[in-house]
């Protein structure tokens, strides 16, 4: 079965470095979405990208975060000047495009843990 | 008030036992509603996906929906411990938007 894949599984930076993480979405998937989980916290939406676009993003995803998509099958994150608060797990996720009321699910990657010290 | 609230657990119950897992929300326009499962330093992986009210059954596990009463639940039946695992509910209104998850319920199943 498909899977939506991260890299690295692990990232240890140290602080104000910048970090990249990596996602290859599902092949035919057209929507593609970042979201965070901080130790002991709620799984929390960063942003959303479709058409080559941010179609909506959090109010967490501030000036530091950007994404890409650089090919037909990558999708980053990049976060410029890392803080101590970006410690977290971070997946990635993608869906198909749906039609009508068929919105189709989103499917997770099993994260990259982000370790800023 | 929380836009999902999940109760933590933990929740601990004996191989066999059926497993009943809520979650309410506060926001009304939420009408896709999903239920994933998350191993210890695994992703979350997609079990249940409805829309709007009513149930859905897949194997062991039925997915309830009242929007009535802004209330979703999750059973599992014969439950094994292969089933110990935190489970969130998530939920999104129409169109492109993002999931809102609820905190996740760590589930122990006992041998």
């Known amino acids: 079965e498909p899977e939506v894949t991260q890299t690295p599984s692990h990232q240890v930076t140290q602080m104000g470095q910048e970090v990249i993480l990596r996602c290859v979405p599902i092949?035919?998937?057209?929507?593609f979405y970042w979201y965070r989980q901080i130790l002991g916290q709620k799984v929390e939406f960063l942003v959303s990208f479709y058409n080559n676009e941010i179609s909506e993003k959090s109010e967490i995803f501030d000036d530091q975060f950007s994404v890409e998509r650089p090919d037909g099958s990558n999708f980053t994150l990049k976060i410029r000047s890392t803080k101590l608060e970006d410690s977290a797990m971070y997946f990635c996720a993608s869906s198909r495009k749906g039609t009508g009321k068929g919105r189709q699910p989103q499917h997770f990657g099993d994260g990259t843990r982000l370790s800023i010290l | 008030q929380k836009e999902v609230e999940q109760d933590p657990g933990p929740l601990s119950v004996p191989e066999g036992a059926i497993v009943s897992l809520n979650c309410t929300y506060s926001?009304?326009?939420?009408?896709?509603f999903m239920w994933y499962r998350q191993y210890s330093r695994k992703g979350p992986e997609l079990l249940m996906y409805t829309y709007s009210s009513g149930n859905k059954e897949d194997g062991r596990f039925t997915a309830q929906v009242d929007k009535s009463s802004k209330y979703i639940s999750l059973f599992i039946r014969d439950s094994q411990p292969s089933d110990s695992a935190t489970y969130l509910c998530a939920m999104k209104s129409c169109g492109n938007t993002p999931l809102v998850f609820g905190k996740g319920t760590r589930l122990s199943v006992i041998a």
């Open positions: 926001n009304s326009a939420f009408q896709y």
């Open positions: 092949s035919n998937h057209l929507y």
